[in-house]
């Protein structure tokens, strides 16, 4: 019984022990910290640079459908157009 109680006492150090090792994660260097902030920076950028170019796609495509769908006007004879003359 008593090897028992020190056997999970044992096994339960060393799962805190494994837990702490795996979660704390490899230390990163403070100029890379910096990169990594910079680089965060530019994809949250390149990201809404996206988002802007897919509105104005979309912005494109509803301007073309309701295009041909609209009865285009009759244009003005041209007058200087040989026909005319």
Do not use: C, K
């Amino acid at each position: 019984m008593f090897s028992v109680l020190i056997f999970i006492v044992v096994l339960a150090f060393l799962a805190r022990w494994i837990h702490g090792w795996s979660t704390a994660g490899p230390a990163i260097a403070p100029h890379y910290e910096a990169e990594i902030a910079r680089l965060r920076g530019e994809v949250d950028e390149l990201n809404a640079q996206v988002l802007r170019m897919s509105d104005e796609q979309q912005f494109l495509m509803r301007l073309l459908s309701e295009g041909e769908r609209a009865p285009r006007p009759e244009l003005p004879p041209d007058p200087h157009s040989e026909e005319t003359a």
